[in-house]
């Protein structure tokens, strides 16, 4: 089936140190996603985007969906304790005439004390 | 508003029980998924509901069926509960497959 590479598995940083990590695919995606999970809640929405090369922030989070429509980052800056957590992309495609997301393993984000 | 809730929140179940999870959303929504979580691995889906009365099957269906009576209302069913289904359960609901998809907290499930 489709598979997202979402790297790296984890992270562990300094507070205020800024973040990368990214997601790649073999399949081309319409929409790039972005969730983030705090322990023992479902995923949040960050953010989505839906055009090639489009580079959107929230904040202080900001991704990017690849000019191929394979891959996409997200940035964070100057971290925060709060910002703990596992980071999961998601692609959109269509399957059976309807649109499903192809979910990446996560990156878990830890804040070094 | 509540968005989406589950029940319940942990279950512990022997091979071979039965048992239902209730997920319920209060936001009008068509969309309802469920999903399942296992470390290491992304969510993948294993049925999802375009609107009320409708069914049908994601990537990991298998042991798994669904009902969709009501709008509000998505069931996920386990006739035969095998160990390989221990995993955190989550559901999900969108106005469309096109939109955002809310997340309700999950059912944390062990199956011994």
């Known amino acids: 089936g489709q598979q997202l590479n979402q790297s790296p598995q984890s992270m562990f940083i300094q507070e205020g140190e800024d973040v990368s990590m990214n997601c790649t695919s073999s399949?081309?995606?319409?929409?790039w996603l972005w969730y983030k999970q705090d322990p023992g809640e479902g995923p949040v929405l960050l953010i989505a985007?839906?055009?090639a090369g489009e580079l959107t922030s929230n904040g202080r989070l900001t991704a990017q969906f690849g000019i191929t429509r394979k891959d996409s980052f997200l940035n964070i800056s100057a971290s925060i304790p709060s910002d703990v957590g596992i980071y999961f992309c998601?692609?959109?495609?269509?399957?059976?005439?309807?649109?499903?997301?192809?979910w990446g393993a996560g990156t878990k984000l830890i804040i070094k004390p | 508003n509540a968005g989406v809730t589950q029940t319940p929140k942990f279950r512990v179940l022997k091979t071979g029980q039965s048992m239902t999870l209730l997920c319920a959303q209060d936001m009008n929504h068509e969309y309802m998924y469920w999903y399942r979580q296992d470390p290491g691995m992304g969510l993948r889906l294993i049925h999802y509901s375009v609107g009320e009365g409708t069914t049908a099957k994601g990537e990991v269906p298998d042991g798994y069926n669904v009902s969709r009576l009501k709008k509000q209302n998505f069931l996920l069913g386990l006739e035969s509960a095998a160990p390989s289904q221990t995993s955190v359960y989550f559901c999900a609901s969108s106005y469309s497959g096109l939109h955002t998809q809310y997340f309700g907290p999950g059912t944390r499930l062990t199956v011994l």
């Open positions: 998601a692609g959109q495609i269509v399957m059976d005439s309807n649109y499903q997301l192809i």
């Open positions: 985007l839906y055009k």
């Open positions: 399949s081309i995606f319409n929409t």
